[in-house]
Each structure stands twice: as C-alpha cells, then as structure tokens.
C-alpha cells in the first residue's frame, strides 16, 4: 500500500522509546508519537550507564510506553502495518528487552516484525524531517558513537573511519564529571566553556598527524585530568574559572578534530559526485552549538548542504527505528521470531 504505519520500538542504552510514524509514499513521514523515557536519574549515582538497572527499567516501562505511543497517535494495533524495533547494536539486556516486546506484539497482531540496526536509524533520521538525497555524509555523534558514514541507500552504509577508543559524548561527561559539572555533561560543558579561555591550558589534538577520518577522544581526556590537576586546590576544589577554561580548551580540541576529519571526510564523499551533496549530523552531540558551527565552516568550504535533525530525533528515539524499519518493509525486508538482539552489529 502506498501509506504504511508502523510503530517503532527502542531500548538499546539508557532511553526507553515507543513511537508511531506514518508514511505516504513520496512524501514526508508524519510522526504520530514519539515517546521517550529517559533513565538518567537511575544511573546517576553510578557515574555512567548501568546495563543491569538499564535492562530492567526498558522492561518494566516499555509496554506503557508502546500503550501511550498508539495513545497519542490516535491508533490502534490494528491500523500499524508493522513493528520495528532496534535489534542492536547496543547494551544487550535492553535490546532484548525491546526485541522481547516486539516480538510479542508482533505474534499477539499477527503484524510483520522488522528488525532495525540502531545505527541505520541514526543514519536515515534526517528523512523524517526532509527528503532524503542519497549518497548524503552522515557524521553520528553521542555517548556511544562516532563515526562518519556514506548513507547510499536505505540499506547501503560505508563507514569512512570513526572513533578508535570513546566518543566525545562519553568524553563531554567524563569531563563534567572531573569538574564538578552535572550530568549529562554536555549541557553543562557547553555552558561552562562560554566563559572560559579555550587558550589557558594547551590540550592536543589526537590522530590529527594522522591520514584518514579515524578519531581518539581518550587521550583529550587524559590531558584534561591533567591539566585539571595542576590548578586543583588541596581541599579538591577548582575555582569557577579554572573550570571555564578546562569547559572551553576540551570543546575546542573536540571541534578542531572534527572539523579536520570532516575535511576528510568530505573530500572522499565528493568523489562520489552526489547529487545534492549534504552533510547530515544526528546524536546527541549534534546538539552543541561550537560543533555546529565548526562543521558549518566546512560546509560552506565545499558547497555542502548542512542538515540535522530535530533534536528529538537526533538523540535516540523510536520515530527514527519505526522510519528505518518503514523504509526496511518497503523494500521487502521481513524478519520473523527468530530476530535475534545483536550486541555488536556493524553497519
Ligand atoms: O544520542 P544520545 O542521546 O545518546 C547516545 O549516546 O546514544 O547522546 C547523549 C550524549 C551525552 O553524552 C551528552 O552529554 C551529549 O550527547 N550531549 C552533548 C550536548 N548535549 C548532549 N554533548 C555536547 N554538547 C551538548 N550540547
Ligand atoms: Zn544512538
């Protein structure tokens, strides 16, 4: 049929989400809902992502999630043509959980099941807001990614290079962490570096001496905690400033690495000679302003197109995996209950 809808299904970090979207063929998809609940206050104690109490939470939640997703959307399982659900790559407790699910709705409604890579919605995310021009450079950073990808098709990816240890999500909150800042650091490091001189404290630039579009986030760190060391007081305190600077050298290192592996990055896709040559960014970390505007410049360098999702679908949602496993269906992808929830799954 020309308009399919499909309800989507995500649980592979720390976010529980159940989303509806609805696509005519040809046009843009509406989202109907688009649930989210996050699980930052569970882990906050615990300084990062606890797979256990991340596993149990996507189960207890995630069918009231479903509930309000077709709620909200004003359907019910009988008006959805299929359910995606995120199958990995990802913490496997919670992709279970979500694969769990899903395949009991599916079972339940007699519905098609479609398994997504968590990643693929990443990638194809701008197309809930725009059409979508393949080949498009996608750069996906956040907590757990880091990596540029040619998005050629629906299911067709080339990984151009990526992060060898964390990702600067991961970093921006080990960083507020070291420095007194909330959680999610982000935000707050952000913030912070506004006010800070990016100069005071000299931090490198990893893997910048080196060819290609690979990326290191830990060595950064590293020369943080160092440097945050060398002003710490005995008493374990940083004056206001001291973390304004540290806030601002870090942004400005993590900016200048991205900004020369986009260059990189670029020059490659171009030889494709894409029709509409865009640069797309999507996770959680598209949401920083000082990376925005780093990743404009080359934009504007080369004549790019510069695209990012709404943030609600630039952090992990269901409306991108329902997108994802829609466009998966359309081209005849069917998975059954034998879907197994993958830890580890490249593009
Ligand atoms: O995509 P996301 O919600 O979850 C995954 O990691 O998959 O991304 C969350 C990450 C966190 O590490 C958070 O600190 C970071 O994105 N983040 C930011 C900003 N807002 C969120 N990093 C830098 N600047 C921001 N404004
Ligand atoms: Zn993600």
Redesign the pocket.
Known sequence: PDTLTFLGLES????TGAAVVRHTDGEIPQVLSNVVEGQTALHASFGGVVPEIAARAHAERMDDCVERALDQAGVTLADIDGIAVTAGPGLIGGVLSGVMCAKGISAGSGKPLIGVNHLAGHALSPGLSEELHFPMLMLLV????CQFLIVRGVEEFHRLGGTIDD????A??KI?RLTGLP?????A??QAALEGDAKRFPLPRPLLDRPGCDMSFSGLKTAVLRARDTVITNENTLARQDVNDLAAGFQKSVCEVLKEKTRRAVAVYLEETPDVPTLAVA???A???A?RIALETVCAESDLRFTAPAMQY???NAAMIAWAGLLRYRLGAKDDLTLSARPRWPL
């Open positions: 592979s970090c720390d976010d956040s907590g757990g990614h990702a600067p999500g991961e921006f909150d507020a959680q999610p650091g982000g935000p490091v952000e996770g959680g970390v949401a920083n302003k990376i630039c952090t992990d």
